[in-house]
């Protein structure tokens, strides 16, 4: 299984951005899917998170300005990232948790390589 994640780049502050990320491989089951970033010299944190039945949540420091979305034919997800600020700017990994052809009643959790969000002014 693998996440391949997309989209990062450099914005403007005010700006947005769009990141994308599909999952592939022996996928059985995908229970939920997310976005985590961390900036340099902080720990990871979670940025949005959306279960597999669609119930969403978010950090605060991003309620409002961003979305997630999913499209499960695709095992993809999406964060529409709006009003873009500096503190936004981190590498941007994806996660899910899926199930596997060959073990499909355990989920594990899988990670994408990241991608790269810089802010400027």
């Known amino acids: 299984v693998q996440l391949q994640a997309s989209g990062g780049g450099l914005v403007q502050t005010g700006g947005s951005l769009r990141l994308s990320c599909a999952a592939s491989?022996?996928?059985?089951?995908?229970?939920?899917m997310g976005w985590y970033r961390q900036a340099p010299g902080k720990q990871r944190e979670l940025v949005a998170v959306?279960?597999?039945?669609?119930?969403?949540n978010y950090a605060d420091s991003v309620k409002g300005r961003f979305r997630i979305s999913t499209d499960n034919a695709k095992n993809t997800v999406t964060l529409q990232m709006n009003s873009l600020k500096f503190e936004d700017a981190a590498v941007y990994y994806c996660?899910?948790?899926?199930?596997?052809?060959?073990?499909?009643?355990?989920?594990?959790?899988?990670w994408g390589q990241g991608t790269l969000v810089t802010v400027s002014s």
């Open positions: 959306i279960s597999s039945g669609g119930s969403t």
């Open positions: 491989g022996s996928i059985f089951s995908i229970n939920g």
């Open positions: 996660n899910a948790d899926i199930a596997t052809m060959v073990v499909p009643t355990k989920f594990r959790s899988y």
